[in-house]
């Protein structure tokens, strides 16, 4: 089979979600070989539910093993007038990282997922809808990082023009901390996004609630984050999980101030998502007098992200790969 052949194969299955092929510029005999050669698994959708306050959409999903996991559709809400959104990907089934505000994390970790799990999330999503997807974010069940080889391959299928040509430029890779393999990132020169969830500055603090910090401490991770500046040009995004009366002091912004240093960052501020009631968001005049704090120490922007489908669970740390409506 030619490249070329398997460029119009793999764009035919992945965008028309048609397999077997139907082209009629290919020969009998070769879409007869396609049909018995080749086999494209795709996921079994469990369960869709639609928030009727904003519009996200969460899809439960199950591989042939029974596996379990979740993937997010966001509306771009910002921009009506011409309705986009972007997909939310999970890479592992559960979590290992532990982060104790975080319901996969609560989950355990129980297998990576192969890269055509990861594409196939987003591609049976953007058939499903009828906006256009602009977009992909690594920051569903699992720590992409850890799952490297497959998140990276899925990454390039997702982003090449004979897949689901999603611009790389479009594509976020989150992690938790995992400084070697963002050193990896930096030395192979991948155009997507990186977003590191920071959370606090205080490696104390930080790892009484993210236990990646005794593995990869945050100095450690800082230096990493320097060499991915210094090879890819890139100004770092470090989100930052609010906790009412964790990490919202004037010391919390001085801390980051300190840490950051000559790094150029951008600090996505996002309220803390915990159904345990254990963890919660911080109000208006708190998340203020911290954002305030921030613009007063931190030369860098700082914007506050809106995490969505609150009301069905689908919101940033409260996906745990759970049953709950009927199609």
């Known amino acids: 089979m030619t490249p070329r052949l398997a460029r119009r194969l793999q764009s035919s299955a992945l965008r028309r979600g048609v397999w077997p092929v139907e082209d009629t510029t290919l020969s009998a005999r070769w879409l ?19 928030s009727p306050v904003d519009g996200f959409a969460k899809y439960l999903f199950a591989s042939a093993d029974g596996a379990r996991f979740e993937a997010v559709l966001i509306p771009l809400l910002h921009r009506p007038e011409a309705t986009k ?3 939310c990907v999970s890479t592992q089934v ?39 997807v602009r977009g992909v974010v690594f920051m569903g069940m699992g720590e992409p990082l850890l799952n490297y080889g497959a998140v990276i391959r899925a990454a390039r299928i997702i982003s090449e023009p004979s897949g689901l040509a999603i611009a790389a430029k479009a594509i976020t890779i989150s992690t938790a901390g995992i400084a ?6 930096a030395r192979e020169g991948h155009a997507f996004r990186l977003v590191v969830s920071l959370t606090s500055a205080d490696p104390a603090r930080r790892g009484t609630v993210m236990p990646v910090e005794r593995a990869y401490p945050s100095d450690e991770l800082r230096a ?22 964790f990490n919202t002091r004037e010391d919390d912004a001085r801390q980051l101030a300190a840490w950051v240093g000559d790094l150029p960052v951008q600090v996505d501020l996002i309220d803390v998502n915990d159904a345990t009631g254990m963890f919660t968001p911080p109000g208006d005049a708190e998340r203020n007098a911290f954002r305030d704090a921030l613009r007063t120490h ?22 745990a790969a759970s049953k709950s409506s009927v199609l």
Request: charged content about 20%; overall charge positive.
């Open 298 to 319: 931190l030369a860098a922007p700082v914007i506050r992200r809106y995490s969505g489908g609150k009301d069905i669970h689908a919101a940033c740390g409260m996906l």
């Open 94 to 132: 559960g979590c290992a990282m532990g982060c104790a505000f975080c319901a996969t994390g609560r989950m355990g970790f129980t297998r990576d997922l192969a890269p055509w799990e990861i594409v196939a999330q987003v591609a049976q999503i953007r058939r499903d809808t009828p906006h256009p």
């Open 224 to 245: 990493a984050l320097g060499e991915y500046h210094a090879a890819t040009a890139r100004r770092v995004t470090l989100a930052w999980t609010l906790i009412a009366g």
């Open 180 to 185: 070697p393999a963002i050193r990896r990132l």
């Open 85 to 87: 959104s972007i997909v």
């Open 32 to 50: 007869e070989r396609v049909r018995l050669e080749l086999h494209i698994p795709e996921l079994t959708l469990l369960d869709r539910r639609t």
